[in-house]
């Protein structure tokens, strides 16, 4: 069986930290972002959080034009 590997050529992030480090946050304030806004761009997973590096930018740039 294959895995699939979290690197900076794929677009998926696993785990809250890997995710606030492409965000500029901590795993608090990614907490605080899935709260808050239930349009954000994670999904819980088996284990933990999964997400889309081009939907994360995408959701902040949306926010910040705003």
Request: net charge positive; glycine share 4%.
């Amino acid at each position: 069986m294959r895995t699939i590997k979290q690197a900076e050529d794929h677009d998926i992030v696993w785990t809250l930290e890997a995710i606030g480090k492409i965000i500029n946050r901590d795993k608090r304030a990614v907490e605080y972002l899935i709260n808050r806004y239930p349009n954000f761009p994670v999904k819980k997973a088996v284990g933990g959080y999964v997400a889309s590096r081009k939907a994360l930018l995408a959701f902040l740039l949306e926010k910040e034009d705003a």
